[in-house]
């Protein structure tokens, strides 16, 4: 990953912190992807940022949704839009059964 955007391991580690949110904590609404899994807390999400590949690593769509959700991470308002953002980014991959809002 470029210099520019944080690595999603550098974002996820104060997730553990007591004032914020913790991995249990639900998004505002559960994603669902081609494959029949989900993404549906705070966890999920941070396991699946682990997990990105290189080429994803490197997308924009993607550094966005890392970025939103480090800053859902400090001001929890932020997690519907952290949460649409990494819905755009799953959709432009082609991984997103349907878009909800």
């Keep these: 990953m470029t210099g520019e955007h944080p690595a999603p391991e550098r974002v996820f580690p104060a997730m553990i912190d007591d004032l914020g949110p913790t991995r249990e904590t639900r998004l505002p609404f559960v994603i669902e992807l081609v494959d029949g899994s989900t993404i ?9 940022f682990r997990n990105l590949n290189d080429d994803q690593r490197e997308a924009h769509h993607w550094a966005i949704a890392v970025r939103m959700f480090a800053q859902a991470m400090t001001e929890i308002g932020y997690l519907r839009a952290a949460t649409l953002s990494m819905q755009t980014a ?6 997103l059964t349907r878009m909800k809002s």
Excluded: H, I, K
Excluded at 40 to 48: H, I, K, N, R, S
């Design 40 to 48: 549906a807390t705070m966890g999920d999400v941070e396991a699946y």
């Design 90 to 95: 799953l959709a432009m991959d082609g991984l």
